[in-house]
C-alpha cells in the first residue's frame, strides 16, 4: 500500500496552461506538504497544511494554489505554467511535525 | 535566516569503507534533525533522525552525530554497500511545519 501517492508522475506541458498535481496520503497524518525539487536536486519548501489549514506559504508566486479538501488530500493547481516551473514536485505528510513521509513525485516539464 | 549547508557534494567511496557526510545549521531553535536516501526516480525516504536531546543515534551500519554548540550534525555508513548508492539529504527542523534541506550529497559506492 502506497503511503504517500501523487498522480500524475509526469505532466509536459505548454506554457501558459494551467495544470493540477494531486496527492493523498493513507497514514492518517494532519500535516501535509508539497516541495519543489530543482535540477540541482534543491529541495525547498513551497506550502504546509495542518488540520487543511495553511500554515506555510513559503514565497511562492500566487499562480500556485493549493487545496487541501480534507486531511488526506492536499493538491496543487498552477496557473499560467511558465519554463521555470519545469522541476520535480514532492508531496509529503507527517503527524504535527515529526517524521515526513515522500510521495514519488511528479515530474512537470513546460514546453 | 533558515539555512543548512550540506558537504561534501559528491563522494565515492570503495566498498566496504566508510561514508561521512556533515551538516551545518543556522538556527539555533532546530530540534529535530532528519537524514533522508533518495534514490533515482523515487521520493526522499527517512533512513535515520535524531532530537536535539540525543547526541548520537545509531541503526546497524548508520549512524548520526549531533553537536548542538557547533550546529553540526553528520551522517556515518559503515561497511558501505553498493545500494547505498544514491542522493542523502539532512535537513533541520524547529516544529514550525517546516523542515529546512541541505544540498545534497551524491554518494557512489564503488565495488
Known amino acids: 500500500d502506497t503511503a504517500v501517492s501523487q498522480t500524475p508522475k509526469y505532466l509536459v506541458t505548454q506554457m501558459g496552461n494551467d495544470k493540477s498535481i494531486k496527492c493523498e496520503q493513507n497514514l492518517g497524518h494532519d500535516t501535509m506538504y508539497w516541495y519543489k525539487q530543482d535540477s540541482k536536486k534543491f529541495l525547498k519548501i513551497m506550502f504546509s497544511y495542518n488540520n487543511k489549514e495553511l500554515i506555510i506559504n513559503e514565497t511562492v508566486p500566487n499562480r500556485f494554489s493549493p487545496k487541501s479538501p480534507d486531511k488526506a488530500h492536499l493538491n496543487l493547481h498552477i496557473n499560467s505554467l511558465e519554463l521555470g516551473d519545469s522541476a520535480v514536485y514532492f508531496c509529503a505528510s507527517s503527524q504535527d511535525t515529526g517524521e515526513a513521509f515522500f510521495g514519488q513525485g511528479t515530474r512537470l516539464t513546460v514546453v | 535566516g533558515e539555512n543548512v549547508e550540506q558537504h561534501p557534494s559528491t563522494l565515492s567511496v570503495q566498498e566496504g569503507d566508510s561514508a561521512v557526510i556533515k551538516c551545518t545549521y543556522s538556527d539555533s531553535a532546530s530540534n529535530y534533525f532528519p537524514w533522508y536516501k533518495q534514490e533515482l526516480g523515487k521520493g526522499p525516504q527517512l533512513i535515520i533522525d535524531?532530537?536535539?536531546?540525543?547526541g548520537e543515534k545509531k541503526d546497524q551500519r548508520i549512524a548520526v552525530t549531533l553537536n548542538k554548540t557547533a550546529k553540526h550534525f553528520s551522517l556515518h555508513i559503515t561497511e558501505t554497500q553498493p545500494e547505498d548508492s544514491a542522493v542523502y539529504f539532512c535537513?533541520?527542523?524547529?516544529?514550525?511545519?517546516?523542515?529546512?534541506f541541505g544540498t545534497g550529497t551524491r554518494l557512489k559506492v564503488l565495488a
Open positions: 535537513a533541520a527542523s524547529k516544529g514550525t511545519y517546516k523542515y529546512i
Open positions: 535524531i532530537r536535539s536531546n540525543v
